[in-house]
């Protein structure tokens, strides 16, 4: 299967300071990541959609200007948490698919941040 | 109502019993189907993935999709203590394909040796 990338596994930071995960695809090129958010024992929440080339469309109640999303290439996307707070601490997981129209999604590692 | 629904466990059951994960869900567009495993503290992974409905096996495991009924499962032949992982359900339509992929909660399965 595709094979997704993500760094750094974990991340802990001061309160206040931006914390930047990378997302990659490795053997194929991906034009459309997602970026996932998920609180222990819970599901996968989608934070936003990531298209290369173009902005990120985020779902309701998410604040962009938070969860600052670039799609540089078609193998590379980025969130920054800007001015992370203790709340923010949480498990991020991005993915992406083949294309296709198929629904198909391959996941990263995940990254763990802690906010202290 | 959520549109999908997974029983989040827990689950535990001996080695080389046959598990059963069901999910159901509500909204009938829904074509494709998808289960991931996730083991603590990593992304998930794409395991079983079925168009429609049907039957689709792939060694020890058995995905069964039911649209009659909105229910769809995963069967785990001869489980073994690696096989111990949280199991998500997952689907979407043919319009939204991987856009608006809808998961469930996610069943919590322990394999004991």
């Known amino acids: 299967g595709a094979v997704v990338s993500q760094h750094p596994s974990r991340v802990i930071c001061k309160s206040g300071t931006s914390v930047k995960i990378e997302c990659r695809s490795l053997?194929?090129?991906?034009?459309?990541m997602f970026w996932y958010r998920q609180f222990p024992k819970k599901s996968l929440m989608l934070m936003a959609t990531?298209?290369?080339?173009?902005?990120?469309?985020?779902e309701q109640g998410v604040e962009k200007d938070k969860f600052l999303i670039n799609h540089a290439s078609l193998t590379l996307s980025t969130l920054t948490v800007t001015s992370a707070h203790p709340e923010d601490s949480s498990f991020y997981i991005c993915?992406?698919?083949?294309?296709?129209?198929?629904?198909?999604?391959?996941f990263g590692e995940g990254s763990r941040l802690t906010v202290l | 109502q959520k549109e999908v629904e997974q029983d989040p466990g827990p689950l535990s059951v001996p080695e080389g019993a046959i598990v059963s994960l069901n999910c159901t869900y509500s909204n009938s567009a829904f074509q494709y189907f998808m289960w991931y495993r996730q083991y603590s503290r990593k992304g998930p992974e794409l395991l079983m993935y079925?168009?429609?409905?049907g039957n689709k096996e792939d060694g020890r495991f058995t995905a069964q999709v039911d649209k009659s009924s909105k229910y769809i499962s995963l069967f785990i032949r001869d489980s073994q203590p690696s096989d111990s992982a949280t199991y998500l359900c997952a689907m979407t339509d043919i319009i939204q394909g991987a856009q608006k992929l809808v998961f469930g909660q996610g069943t919590r399965l322990t394999i004991n040796p």
């Open positions: 053997d194929f090129q991906a034009t459309t």
């Open positions: 993915s992406a698919s083949i294309g296709g129209g198929t629904g198909e999604l391959f």
């Open positions: 990531s298209n290369e080339g173009s902005k990120a469309t985020y």
């Open positions: 079925t168009y429609s409905s």
